[in-house]
Nanobody
Framework: QVQLVETGGGLVQPGDSLRLSCAAS????????MGWFRQPPGQGRDFVAA????????YYSDSVKGRFTISRDGAKNTIYLQMNALRPEDTAVYYC?????????????????WGQGTQVTVSS
């Protein structure tokens, strides 16, 4: 059983930066894909970014491309989401997810394991 724990959320002002972490534990992650999703208040869960554990290939939604960066630290079994130039519309609960297969998946149904989420609020 894979367990994912997100940390790093908080309240920031527009233009600020924030880094989210997702610590993973469980079976080997050599062939896994890890992703970040977010769910704004009253809306569905949307894809943000994904990375493959083995090669580090990355994929981003258009709304965050150029502002957010997903990365991984194999030694710590942790992935990160560096968020720069934050906007009020980035406000959401951010979820880390994992799937036991390669490929840069961007749909919630493609992921098997989920973290509990961490709140990010961007407001002046």
């Amino acid at each position: 059983q894979v367990q994912l724990v997100e940390t790093g959320g908080g309240l920031v002002q527009p233009g600020d930066s924030l880094r989210l972490s997702c610590a993973a534990s469980g079976p080997t992650f050599n062939n896994n894909t890890m992703g970040w999703f977010r769910q704004p208040p009253g809306q569905g869960r949307d894809f943000v970014a994904a990375t493959t554990w083995s090669s580090g290939s990355t994929y981003y939604s258009d709304s965050v491309k150029g502002r957010f960066t997903i990365s991984r630290d194999g030694a710590k079994n942790t992935i990160y989401l560096q968020m720069n130039a934050l906007r009020p519309e980035d406000t959401a609960v951010y979820y880390c997810a994992a799937r036991p297969a390669g490929g840069l998946a961007a749909h919630t149904f493609q992921y098997v394991w989920w973290g509990q989420g961490t709140q990010v609020t961007v407001s002046s």
